[in-house]
T-cell receptor, first 114, second 113 residues
Framework: GDSVTQMEGPVTLSEEAFLTINCTYT??????LFWYVQYPGEGLQLLLK?????DKGSNKGFEATYRKETTSFHLEKGSVQVSDSAVYFC?????????????FGTGTRLQVTL | DAGITQSPRYKITETGRQVTLMCHQT?????MFWYRQDLGHGLRLIYY???????DKGEVPDGYVVSRSKTENFPLTLESATRSQTSVYFC????????????FGDGTRLSIL
């Protein structure tokens, strides 16, 4: 079945540091890929998405490129802020069915300090 | 305001009790989902629904029951709660077009003593 593997956290960075959170996937067919962010006490919010190979999703300074050859969708940001502290989830959607079911990674907690 | 709301936000109950978690969305989205979030597991799909009166099992359906008599509501019932069902539960909805992003509620933190 489909699966998503994320790097383990927590990741602790100083403000303005470069961020990379690795995500690789296993899927049949051609899934869409997503990054969701969860702030403390809240539900998940869509951060960015990519629907086909070589697409780059971007939002709020975060970027991720759909790499079919390496089955990866790594999240990057050039300069993190304290307000970026949250849990980040990589996910893929099942295109084979009629429902857009999501398969999530286990999440990576990011802590940004001054 | 439009959105997806879950109630209650927090619930404490005892083993063997029945408990129902509510989810309501105002977007008229076709699809609705229930997930549980546990440390080390991320989010796991419990049940989902493609439309009113259509539901299907997800990855971890045992011990849960859902219904969807109206498009906007998707309640999740634990018929006889067990300690292993202590978790944070999230409801989500999405539109009918395949691979639209899901929109999540703020979750219900359920503790079973």
């Amino acid at each position: 079945g489909d699966s998503v593997t994320q790097m383990e956290g927590p990741v602790t960075l100083s403000e303005e540091a470069f961020l990379t959170i690795n995500c690789t996937y296993t899927a049949t067919g051609y899934p869409s890929l997503f990054w969701y962010v969860q702030y403390p006490g809240e539900g998940l919010q869509l951060l960015l998405k990519a629907t086909k190979a070589d697409d780059k999703g971007s939002n709020k300074g975060f970027e991720a490129t759909y790499r079919k050859e390496t089955t990866s969708f790594h999240l990057e940001k050039g300069s993190v802020q304290v307000s970026d502290s949250a849990v980040y989830f990589c996910a893929l959607s099942d295109q084979a069915g009629t429902a857009s079911k999501l398969t999530f990674g286990t999440g990576t907690r990011l802590q940004v300090t001054l | 305001d439009a959105g997806i709301t879950q109630s209650p936000r927090y619930k404490i109950t005892e083993t063997g009790r029945q408990v129902t978690l509510m989810c309501h969305q105002t977007w008229s989205h076709s699809y609705m989902f229930w997930y549980r979030q546990d440390l080390g597991h991320g989010l796991r799909l419990i049940y989902y629904s493609a439309a009113a009166d259509i539901t299907d099992k997800g990855e971890v359906p045992d011990g849960y029951v859902v219904s969807r008599s109206k498009t906007e509501n998707f309640p999740l019932t634990l018929e006889s709660a067990t300690r292993s069902q202590t978790s944070v539960y999230f409801c989500a909805s999405s539109g009918q077009i395949s691979n639209q992003p899901q929109h999540f509620g703020d979750g219900t933190r359920l503790s079973i003593l």
